[in-house]
């Protein structure tokens, strides 16, 4: 089969309603796709504005706002006229990108018509309750998980180091990779502007540590902000830069009132935003790659990173920036502190992050799973089924 044969029918929780990182790695994997010539349709709750414009065919699914983080949707389903449409879109495999009843709908009805399907892994959802004092509930999550994935022909992880966590965790048997890429036009260290520093009161030399992300607790905002409160105890000469958007911003606000807000940034804006930071701090232990932790290296900056799927597999520990144990402040405020007073230090892990990120090219990342979906047709056709469990 070749890569123009290809009919993917991708179900997704958030296409284009939210803008996240999950969901642009799918839009622009639908864009390579169609570019290669392969049909695809994307099933996902809609909105009358979303974020920004979906790449390709899409057709809404029934939701409700998510109680509590409303500007979310949960699917409940797959009615009549969807499945109508995706019996004329006749689809050779089913791709499903989050764990929720639309998944289950979806790898349910490729089971009924003989379809194989894949899973990319986008989010460690395990780790989401201990955000909001329920951890007690992570071993629950792990199980539905569990019962998820098991019931595709295979999963992909975007680094390495998830693929190796989703083995341990007896996920599925075939765990591959779809990696993210890097947009080399938007990130770069070219795109630094001391002059936009400065509209933010930043001076030239103030060494600037910078966070970029939606603001939701789950990406260890409360981490971050004690911190800060621990280079500030240790009088270490810095500001705080925040990029982004989201429902904890207030709290972040008032948790760091001499910290600075550059709101919500995309595209080049984005990237010089980036570029103009002395080095990242990204402490969240949820995301399953980083797309920010790439996009700084790009841009030429130290990441200090918790030491967690997806930055493990990108930053090199005391070369391109440091790597700690999640929610070790102290941890984290010594290596900020190295880089907020070293200039050459900081240069030095930045030039090496640069040439680390070299390369993770779209087009190339897009590819493995292309070629991941016709190996897993072959495997289909050739009659391999669906292992139940890993466990022996």
């Known amino acids: 089969m070749e890569t123009s044969q290809l009919r993917v029918a991708l179900f997704t929780g958030n296409y284009n309603y939210v803008r996240d990182g ?12 169609l570019k290669k010539g392969a049909a695809v349709r994307i099933y996902s ?60 709908r979806a790898i349910t009805l490729a089971h009924a018509r003989n379809l194989p399907v894949v899973a990319s892994v986008h989010t460690r959802f395990e780790t989401y309750p201990r955000y909001y004092g329920l ?13 998820f994935y098991r019931r595709c022909n295979a999963i992909f992880a975007p680094s390495e180091s998830m693929a190796q966590l989703l083995r341990e965790q007896r996920m599925n048997y075939d765990v591959g990779i779809w990696s993210r890429g890097i947009d080399r036009e938007i990130f770069q260290p070219a795109r630094r502007d001391l002059d936009w520093r400065r509209g933010f009161g930043i001076e030239d030399d103030m060494p600037t540590i910078g966070f970029v992300g939606r603001l939701v607790m789950e990406k260890g ?25 989201g429902p904890a911003r207030e709290w972040f606000e008032k948790r760091l009132p001499e910290a600075v807000f550059a709101g919500f940034q995309r595209g080049e804006d984005l990237g010089r935003a980036v570029a103009s930071m002395d080095m990242l701090f990204n402490p969240s232990v949820t995301e399953t790659f980083g797309n920010v932790t790439l996009e700084a290296m790009a841009a030429g900056l130290p990441v200090v990173a918790a030491r967690a799927t997806g930055s493990e597999s990108l930053v090199d520990d005391g070369v391109s920036g ?5 929610g070790r402040t102290r941890a984290f405020a010594d290596a900020l502190k190295l880089y907020c007073n070293d200039a050459d230090a900081r240069a030095a892990a930045g030039a090496a992050g640069l040439e ?12 493995v799973l292309v070629d991941g979906y016709l190996r897993i047709i072959r495997q289909h056709s050739a009659g391999v089924k669906v292992r139940k469990s890993p466990v022996p």
């Open 22 to 33: 999950a969901n642009q790695a799918l839009n622009r994997l639908v864009g390579y796709l």
């Open 45 to 104: 709750p809609t909105i009358d504005n979303p974020a920004f414009p979906p790449t390709g065919d899409l057709v809404g699914v029934p939701a409700f706002p998510v109680p509590g983080r409303g500007e979310y949707r949960f699917p409940i389903g797959l009615p009549l006229r969807v499945r109508r449409d995706i019996t004329r879109f006749a689809p050779n495999i089913i791709h499903v990108a989050s764990p929720e009843v639309l998944g289950h």
């Open 135 to 147: 951890a007690f509930l992570e071993p629950l999550v792990l199980a539905l998980l569990r019962r």
């Open 221 to 245: 905002l409360d981490v971050f902000a004690d911190t800060i409160d621990e280079l500030n105890r240790r009088h270490v000469r810095h500001k705080v830069l925040v990029v982004g958007e």
């Open 322 to 326: 440091r790597l700690i144990q999640p």
């Open 356 to 367: 680390a990120s070299r390369p993770y090219g779209w087009d190339e990342v897009n590819q």
